[in-house]
């Protein structure tokens, strides 16, 4: 695939479940070989959509491309996509290893011994190869349905919330297998509740809101254009660096005394320019800066925000347009 074409490409996407709209007029571009991670509140329609990815089900209007192609109205995965929504499908009487042959199988692959090892040793589970999947915990069997969908060499995975029930270890394993997936020059997208998970994997961020985008581009934009945070500043003279700040333009702080982990702290509110002149300050009067980080991370300040703002905006639009909200179909 040449680079400049998009992994995924959506117009207008719509998709609706009886009364309800889960996807509204979404627009869509993925830039190939990046990990894309999809965000928003419950129900906002991010398993609706990677189901579409999936050809799990066909959007009711607008058009869809997946890895240049346009997607037709059929239930099957486009060519190169692979990946899962709700948990993996798994059989729960066979080994992790049986199940990976089996799918293969099913699939009409033909995965050798070697490979269905490889992608194990991937995720993680070359332990528990021969252990039955109906053992299994809930992150095992998400690190085996994205083993499962690694058999199959994509261009484009889809994986919906693939770090719950991870433990760090396991985290560690799929984290650093997608990145790897990546610099491969596959195309991830998934979705998460988990802001911390977002920014430390994906370079691309959507926010969906009630089944509209809200933003969509790279994380570095979202977190730049956030508004003033709260940053916790540990440092040698919490007193000193106390009156520092409320000296400093553009800074305010915040409230009296807090703790982090059993050390006075000091949490000011500002914008990013603001607290590196806040740190200069503290430097030039001999105060020490041991540790400056926002309070809440700038992607889920930003992601807190815009969603606030586009449930209060859609409220308003509702109550002025109809004044019928009020049996909540939605
Ligand atoms: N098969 C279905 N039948 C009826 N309604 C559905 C169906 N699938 C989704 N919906 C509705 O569509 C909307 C979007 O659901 P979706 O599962 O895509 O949201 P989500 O962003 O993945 O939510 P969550 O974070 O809770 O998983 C919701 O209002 C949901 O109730």
Redesign the pocket.
Known sequence: MEETQPAVRARGLTKC??D?V?LDDVGLELVPGRIHGLA??????????LGLLLGLAVADGGELEVLGRPVGRALAAPDGVAGFVDGPGLYPSLTARKNLSALAALRGQDAGARRIDEVLAEVGLTDVADDRVRGFSLGMRQRLGLAAALLTDPRLLVLDEPSNGLDPAGKQHVHGALRRLADDGVTVVL?S?RMDDLEALCSEVTI?AT?RVCFSGPLGGLAAGARELDHRLLTSDPEAARRVAAATAGVRVVDGAAVWRGTEALVVRASGVAVEQLVAALVREGVRVREVAPVVSPLEAAYLALTEEHLTDEHLTDEHLTGKQQEGG?
Do not use: E, I, M
Not at 40 to 49: H, R, V
């Open positions: 479940f009886g309800v889960a928003g509140p419950n129900g906002a329609g991010k398993t609706t959509l979705s509740h969906l089944g939605r």
